[in-house]
């Protein structure tokens, strides 16, 4: 509750027009799906925008109602400015029930919760959601009702998500650790003034660390749902907080980022595509507010990569493109290495083998260079390896099987075996090359060893490529060592799916 007399927000009661709050609402939530958010939209908390009380929305909401009306500001919709309402006295937050996520998760974080995006995050250079004749503008495009999200408690910026108090111990302890906020962290008094300092910043970056240390041991799987809550808190530093020194706020906002970024990835290996979308997004925005080079080089390598995996390989052509002008002047040779190789990866699923083969060119070129003071702490994967392993995946998006087979086997044969879920990514990548260039035999002995590394590593990811592998194999299920893997890969998968913690 705002602490001065509220003041009625009469443009964005104008553009409601001659809706009710509830038609209003459900087109604010169709909106929000459209561009990867999820937000709890309810005719009480449109009442609540027009009456004054919510002056102004958090990043969320401020995503989709910039996207619902293009080419206006908050300031246009009647919001004030977010920096003129930082300073508010203190209030209770109450932590929220969570949001139902894809196929009846509970617990699944929705995105809008999970990553609060920010005031203008291009996913790319282009944009994916023309804006001209969005439906939102036409009456007629709107139903008088919409179900799926009734349910939902409403989410706004009074009820936003705060795991801290004024300590700056508490934050570091419960709002960034990965075990998860204590009990009472679910309703602080938050005060006035808050100074956000080294504790803090530390915090955020071991969060990145730690995320990225338990993903190369064990996969994404078990780690998305707690990899949210740190990432939520500190974005609400970034929004809340303070700091003494801009060396400070650039470390922090860096750490937010690359805490987006992470927690995409976690979301991308998982198989949540649309979450990871919008936290690489939110990445991104981070970046370009901060004016972060590095970052939004990492943004736009993570977003090709994802674009790759989903089946839009224009898309990831140009933000390899994108991140590669933007990590020119990083003084990492290895950096555009790997963007090239995300651009290669692109071209192959365009079917331009030319195009491929010449990024692939240009990143064993730059991979030569060797390494540099300019490459980023996250790089640290990138080694020869991953190098043979992405070529290999171009190769098979090509349909050239045996080439694709050859560097995969080069790329199992150099992987690091403390990195125990690439070790598995390698392997199942090489079952299927394997399978599709008809060895048969060797595909079954290599699916082995990735059942064997599933039992430490859980990822969607990995899980779909052994899967997909055991479908070309089925017609060669009659051959004992392809039978029997065939039969282990079916037990193992049945266990998983009907374990309570299976995947």
């Known amino acids: 509750m705002v602490s001065t007399a509220a003041v009625p927000n009469l443009a964005f009661r104008q553009l409601r027009g ?24 309810d005719a009480r908390y449109i009442g609540r925008v027009e009456s004054g009380e919510i002056r102004c929305p958090n990043y969320a909401y401020e995503r989709v109602f910039l996207h619902m009306f293009p080419g206006a500001s908050l300031a246009d919709l009647g919001f004030s400015a977010r920096e003129s309402v930082r ?17 009846g998760d509970a617990a699944a974080p929705a995105p809008a919760a999970a990553s609060p995006s920010g005031p203008h995050a291009p996913l790319l250079p282009h944009d994916s959601h023309p804006h001209h004749d969005h439906p939102f503008l036409h009456r007629d495009h709107l139903p008088h009702r919409d179900t799926e999200t009734d349910d939902i408690p409403e989410e706004s910026d ?87 020194r801009r060396a400070t706020s650039d470390r922090l906002y860096a750490g937010a980022g690359e805490l987006a970024i992470s927690v995409g990835w976690l979301a991308h290996d998982s198989g949540r595509f649309d979450d990871a979308r919008s936290h690489y997004a939110e990445a991104l925005a981070t970046a370009r507010l901060a004016g972060d080079a590095g970052l939004e080089a990492h943004a736009f390598c993570n977003t090709s990569f994802l674009a790759r995996d989903a089946g839009r390989p224009r898309e990831a052509v140009r933000a390899a493109e994108a991140g590669q002008r933007a990590a020119r002047t990083l003084g990492s040779p290895r950096l555009l290495a790997l963007l090239a190789l995300r651009e290669a990866g692109g071209r192959a699923g365009l079917g331009d083998r030319t195009g491929c083969d010449r990024a692939i060119g240009r990143a064993r070129a730059a991979f030569d260079r060797g390494t540099a003071a300019g490459d980023p702490e996250w790089m640290s994967f990138f080694r020869e390896a991953e190098l043979e392993l992405l070529e290999a995946q171009c190769w098979s998006a090509l349909g050239d099987w045996s080439r694709a087979a050859r560097h995969g086997l080069r790329a199992t044969a150099l992987q690091d075996a403390h990195f125990t879920r690439n070790l598995a990514l390698y392997r199942a990548q090489l079952t299927g090359d394997l399978a599709r260039a008809g060895r048969a035999d060797e595909a079954a002995a290599t699916g082995h060893q990735v059942l064997d590394l599933l039992t430490r590593v859980q990822s969607s990811r990995i899980r779909g490529m052994l899967a997909g592998a055991a479908r070309v194999l089925e017609p060669r299920a009659g051959a004992a060592p392809v039978g029997a893997f065939l039969t282990r890969h079916q037990e193992t998968f049945r266990g998983a799916e009907s374990s309570p913690s299976g995947a």
């Open 87 to 103: 300073g508010r006295g203190a209030r209770v937050v109450s932590e929220p029930p969570p949001v139902h996520g894809r196929e």
């Open 158 to 244: 009074v009820l936003r998500r705060v795991f801290m108090t004024s300590g700056t111990t508490t934050v570091a302890a419960a709002s960034l650790g990965l075990g998860g906020a204590p009990a009472s962290a679910a309703q602080v008094s938050l005060p006035a003034q808050r100074r956000v300092g080294e504790a803090e910043v530390n915090a955020v970056e071991k969060a990145v660390r730690q995320i990225r240390l338990l993903d190369d041991r064990h996969g994404a799987d078990g780690l998305y749902r707690r990899a949210a809550q740190p990432l939520r808190a500190a974005y609400e530093l970034l929004d809340a907080g303070t700091t003494a």
């Open 18 to 41: 001659q809706r009710s709050a509830g038609e209003f609402a459900a087109a604010v939530r169709r909106a929000a799906r459209e561009i990867g958010e999820q937000v709890a939209c």
